[in-house]
């Protein structure tokens, strides 16, 4: 059985309500594809260029209402599916997991983390590359690399819209009154715009790499994300991600917490 297979039965069974998966976009791309319709399913494809973490679709209201949905998920789409599940903006029970060639059913949270228990995660390679120049240089040095690529920054909002932990119905940055954010690109309020992004991932960015992906103008902004991910891991042992049950690092304390950053 195939994907397109499962989900005609899911579909005519009733037991999802709707199918998020993929369906072929223009020159070559692939785009999301929501298939209420069990006749609809022939639309669905899943392979290599299906790149977008579709979980971002998840939290929208449109979805929510529907009730439980299938998903076709990489690895990526898993580890964000539990995050937003420890984060109670997902419903364990609304969720079903096409994993593996989009057929492998994954019905709870602890399916999904044993199945991501054997799949590897590597990086592409150009990330790759820069995350090493970066671990090579002082923080001067890192501070003007950032600087430098957040000066390109339009504020089109195309990473925040991308990702799937920025679910927030109404965003700080969209808010003027007061204008917490400048709204035009330029350098200080790019810089801010980033900055509290980046604190609002800190710990709980999946390392998906969408809102990179998004950038129309090649900020490589993922990197930023992973690097306070990898921050939080390191100083709290935790993987945003990795377990529906999990605390947010940032918001919970521990009477034995490293308390290294008082001064
Ligand atoms: S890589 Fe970007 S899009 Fe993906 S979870 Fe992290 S911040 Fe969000
Ligand atoms: S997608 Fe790129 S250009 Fe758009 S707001 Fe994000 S970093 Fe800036």
Known sequence: MDLREKSRQLLESGDVKAV?????????????????????ADRLVFDEACAQNLATYLTRPEIRKLGRVAITARPDTLRAILQLMAERQVKEENVLALAGDGTVELASAQAIEEHLATSAKELPARDREILERLSKMDRAQRWAFWQGELSRCVKCYACRNSCPMCYCGHCTMDCNRPQWVPVASHALGN???????????????????DCGRA???????????FNCEESVHHQFGQRAGASSKLDYALSTFRPDDKETFIR
Not at 20 to 40: H, W
Not at 194 to 203: F, N
């Open 20 to 40: 998020i998966g993929y369906e072929q976009g223009t020159m070559g791309a692939r785009r999301p594809a929501f298939v209420k319709k069990a006749e609809k």
């Open 191 to 209: 810089l801010e715009y980033h900055m509290v992004r980046a604190m609002h991932l800190a710990g709980r960015c999946v390392e998906c790499g």
């Open 215 to 225: 950038c129309p103008v090649g900020i490589p902004i993922h990197l930023l994300t």
